[in-house]
């Protein structure tokens, strides 16, 4: 089940060419379309992505500084072939977590562009995710 805020940004990507205004605006966003692990359901997340030069995208599973992993981020490991919408394009894409020598390489780049991420990271006493995809 999508909640309502995330019903709203999911519009406004969608009437925007992906782009959206608000807390988000200025912020790169991607919609990752995954299954539930548990239930199979199929959701759709907005999340702040970081574009890469190859043409990939990197989010990151901080789920704002929470102790636990998001959702999202379970899914992904458990089917990783997910759809994603950047802009007015919609492809398939495999979402893989970077291994810790590539997260520590990639990870100061990260918080360069969004501080908030070493913010979270502080905060919680499990190593947030970084996935590519």
Same mark, same amino acid.
């Given at each position: 089940?999508?909640?309502?805020?995330?019903?709203?940004?999911?519009?406004? #990507?969608?009437?925007?060419?992906?782009?959206?205004?608000?807390?988000w605006?200025?912020?790169?966003?991607?919609?990752?379309? =995954?299954?539930?692990?548990?239930?199979? *359901?199929?959701?759709?997340?907005?999340?702040?992505?970081?574009?890469?030069?190859?043409?990939?995208?990197?989010?990151v599973? *901080?789920?704002g500084? *929470?102790?636990?992993?998001?959702?999202?981020? =379970?899914?992904?490991?458990?089917?990783?072939?997910?759809?994603?919408?950047?802009?007015?394009?919609? #492809?398939?894409?495999?979402?893989?977590?970077?291994?810790?020598?590539?997260?520590?390489?990639?990870?100061?780049?990260?918080v360069?562009?969004?501080?908030?991420?070493?913010?979270h990271?502080?905060?919680?006493?499990?190593?947030?995710?970084?996935?590519?995809?």
């Amino acid at each position: 089940m999508t909640n309502d805020y995330n019903v709203q940004i999911i519009e406004e #990507f969608r009437a925007n060419q992906g782009r959206v205004g608000g807390p988000w605006e200025g912020t790169p966003l991607i919609l990752v379309h =995954h299954f539930g692990a548990k239930s199979g *359901s199929e959701h759709v997340t907005p999340l702040g992505c970081f574009p890469q030069e190859d043409g990939r995208f990197v989010v990151v599973a *901080s789920n704002g500084g *929470s102790p636990a992993h998001p959702d999202w981020y =379970h899914n992904l490991k458990a089917n990783p072939t997910v759809v994603v919408e950047v802009g007015a394009e919609t #492809f398939t894409v495999v979402a893989e977590e970077v291994d810790d020598t590539a997260r520590a390489k990639l990870w100061p780049l990260l918080v360069a562009q969004a501080p908030q991420i070493d913010d979270h990271q502080a905060k919680v006493t499990r190593q947030i995710p970084v996935i590519v995809t």
